[in-house]
T-cell receptor, first 111, second 115 residues
Framework: GIQVEQSPPDLILQEGANSTLRCNFSDSVNNLQWFHQNPWGQLINLFYIPSGTKQNGRLSATTVATERYSLLYISSSQTTDSGVYFCAVSISNFGNEKLTFGTGTRLTIIP | DGGITQSPKYLFRKEGQNVTLSCEQNLNHDAMYWYRQDPGQGLRLIYYSQIVNDFQKGDIAEGYSVSREKKESFPLTVTSAQKNPTAFYLC??????????????FGPGTRLLVL
């Protein structure tokens, strides 16, 4: 099956810093999503981005489908950005309906 | 409010006992999913359903069962055959199947602990 690798596994930053999270995947995808899991376990959709670039406030994401990676940028970090960020993909294969998740990047923002 | 609800928030299971986790959505989504998350890990798919009265096994279906009798409901039963059920269980839904490029939306989760 498709492999999804995220880096770095852990990231500790001072409030106000910028960060870049990376997701590499091993096959062509037709669905790529970034999620934020808060300390209570809730997963929140950040972006649906199988290709191209999107921005939402302090967050932006870029997926280069031909090179099989996606980047999530967080600018001017706040303590509320802490949590685990997951990348999940679905491959372009009829009958394969599942999202495959990476193991996540744990982000800790220090005041 | 539209969304996905899961209950209970915490569930305790005794050895040899079957327990059922509830998942309800009022988003009018066709597809629903169950995931398991172990500490420090990503999510793994247990079962999914694209339409009422139909469901498919995911990567780790052994020891679990589901039903999809109504569009808005997708309960998960953790049977006594699941030897290591302690985990965080997340339900999700999407308008159509994920391979169609649909965004998945998640419920708040149920934490299952074995006594």
């Amino acid at each position: 099956g498709i492999q999804v690798e995220q880096s770095p596994p852990d990231l500790i930053l001072q409030e106000g810093a910028n960060s870049t999270l990376r997701c590499n995947f091993s096959d062509s995808v037709n669905n790529l999503q970034w999620f934020h899991q808060n300390p209570w376990g809730q997963l929140i959709n950040l972006f649906y981005i199988p290709s191209g670039t999107k921005q939402n406030g302090r967050l932006s994401a870029t997926t280069v489908a031909t090179e099989r990676y996606s980047l999530l940028y967080i600018s001017s970090s706040q303590t509320t950005d802490s949590g685990v960020y997951f990348c999940a993909v679905s491959i372009s294969n009829f009958g394969n309906e599942k999202l495959t998740f990476g193991t996540g990047t744990r982000l800790t923002i220090i005041p | 409010d539209g969304g996905i609800t899961q209950s209970p928030k915490y569930l305790f299971r005794k050895e040899g006992q079957n327990v059922t986790l509830s998942c309800e959505q009022n988003l009018n989504h066709d597809a629903m999913y169950w995931y398991r998350q172990d500490p420090g890990q990503g999510l793994r798919l247990i079962y999914y359903s694209q339409i009422v009265n139909d469901f498919q096994k995911g990567d780790i279906a052994e020891g679990y069962s589901v039903s999809r009798e109504k569009k808005e409901s997708f309960p998960l039963t953790v049977t006594s055959a699941q030897k290591n059920p302690t985990a965080f269980y997340l339900c999700a839904s999407s308008k159509r199947a994920s391979s169609s490029g649909e965004t998945q939306y998640f419920g708040p989760g149920t934490r299952l602990l074995v006594l």
